[in-house]
């Protein structure tokens, strides 16, 4: 599995998804409902991540290979691309939260 690969797939799609829950902020009034676009985009994250992993036929519940076989603490995949990718959802989700709130 490509880690970088899936990372930029994944950042690209989430990029996508932020920019129409930015659009869909234009036609919301209520502040709460706006804060909620933020659980809205942590939610396309998980399922972004489930549906290129099947996309990319990677099961993510199974073991990531390590070069340390004697290791006790294996990841799965899931663990692994969360770990990776967190950062890309942290850039995305602040920048998101910013349109949120510079809005009020």
Avoid: H
């Avoid at 880690?3 to 799609?13: K, M, N, P, S, V």
């Amino acid at each position: 599995m490509d880690i970088d690969g899936f990372r930029a797939e994944l950042e690209t799609r989430l990029l996508i998804e932020k920019e129409y829950l930015i659009q869909e902020l234009s036609s919301i009034d209520n502040d709460k409902e706006k804060l909620e676009l933020l659980g809205r985009f942590n939610e396309k994250y998980k399922e972004l991540i489930k549906r290129i992993a099947n996309e990319d036929g990677i099961d993510l519940s199974a073991s990531y290979p390590t070069e340390n076989s004697s290791n006790s603490e294996n990841l799965s995949y899931e663990q692994i691309i969360l770990g990776k990718t967190m950062s890309v959802y942290d850039k995305l989700a602040d920048e998101l939260y910013e349109k949120l709130t510079s809005k009020y």
